[in-house]
DNA sequence: CCAGAACGCAAGCAAGCGCTTGCATCGAAC
DNA sequence: GTTCGATGCAAGCGCTTGCTTGCGTTCTGG
């Protein structure tokens, strides 16, 4: 790993850990075991080197959605908990770009175009989703999938200040949110509409 | 207004703005028209100045939900207008105060012991919801409530930088969140079940 | 063998930081 | 009328900040 991956590598932890104002050039070149003269000769200033340490880190995992809906709460299942896990390895940077936004517009964009492909991945499944599903007229998918995303944005970032907000225990959280995402459009397992090859309406939630 | 409640104000404004690193004493004093000097000698250091002045702030407006249920999606409606508007209206404190919480724990305490006031508020309303209607039976009240409650946080703090992730256009937002709200917990306007005095299953959302 | 790029090191610069000191001023209380 | 608490003002303390300069070392390609 030559210079240049160190530094962006200890740029982004430190970032996350402090902010913008609080990654000191001096204590990345520290981290990174490279001297701070160095840093300035690779990257210029210290906001070139952060806005590259953030726009390089890939902010979703590869989990994906089928193009044909099979098996909708197992295929949600997984894809929201690959979504949740990644949100929750990435909180602290996220809430500092949010925090750091207004002063430094060029660091958040990267971040927010791979929330809003992941978001429309969504949407395109779940309206295929109720399309295969005759007999849901009145769902608004969209606000659905809207806030099925913020549910799982919000858990990530809330639950470690005021776990009272989201589901117990937190590793029950994800299914609770599928379960009543798809309720909300009207094609939950328990439902009157005949479903797919739905489980039991509350599974392997773990003691409460 | 004594030289106090400046110094508290012109700390709020400006921690909103750039957060703690970035409030300086000499910027806060000079915002608030008072000598520098004298905001150590009332507040003894910045730490302390910042920290009343997140906690001075009332979190959330004064609306509130009824006891009894008589016109849910009224009352739902007007209760998350209200805390969506405060929501948006504290947007950048609120920002700043999760990215510096981890550096400065006693900062944020007190706006989260609101917000989760407010979330238990909506929970029990949602439960007297439910009992009142008896062919509700599987619902996941806690969980819906909990979604809602994302819904509207992730779209006060996201919707100005990833606009396409929630519903269009912004002022018919909320009325969309309360509708798929009732539809998962079982009480949708538009179910099967009778329904309250519910209007038409869209109200006024205005021209898409 | 040697030019040149890449890097480390020591030092420093101007600016800003939180915070303190010393002193003059001023209005109110006794 | 005088004391006293609250405030402003000028100056400065020690420290950190982003960034630069100058120079010596190491390695590599021709």
């Known amino acids: 790993m030559d210079n240049r991956e160190k530094l962006l590598h200890a740029a982004g932890r430190i970032y996350a850990e402090v902010g913008f104002r609080g990654a000191t050039t001096r204590r990345i070149a520290d981290e990174a075991g490279v001297n701070e003269v160095t840093l300035f ?12 340490a953030i726009n390089c880190q890939d902010p979703m995992g590869a989990v994906s959605l089928p193009r044909i ?7 949600l299942n997984d894809w929201c908990a690959g979504h949740a896990t990644a949100l929750r390895e990435m909180r ?9 936004l207004e002063e430094h517009p060029d ?14 991945e969504l949407v395109a499944y779940a309206q295929r989703l109720v399309a295969l599903h005759p007999s849901v007229r009145d769902a608004d998918v969209a606000t659905s999938c ?3 995303f913020s549910a799982l944005f919000g858990d990530a970032m809330g639950r470690d200040i005021m ?3 989201y589901p117990q225990p937190e590793e029950g959280a994800t299914a609770r949110y599928v379960e009543t995402f798809l309720r909300s459009i009207g094609v939950a397992p328990s439902s009157a509409s005949g479903a797919w090859s739905a489980t039991s309406s509350l599974p392997a939630v773990g003691p409460a």
Chains 1, 2 share one sequence.
Do not use: Y
């Open 41 to 52: 000769r690779l990257f210029g200033s210290k906001s070139q080197l952060i806005a590259e």
């Open 107 to 120: 660091m958040g964009p990267h971040l927010c175009r791979g929330q809003t492909v992941h978001f429309n």
């Open 92 to 100: 602290a940077t996220i809430r500092k770009t949010m925090a750091d």
């Open 69 to 75: 809906p099979v098996d909708p709460w197992r295929e």
């Open 146 to 148: 809207s806030m099925l």
């Open 163 to 165: 776990p009272m907000v």
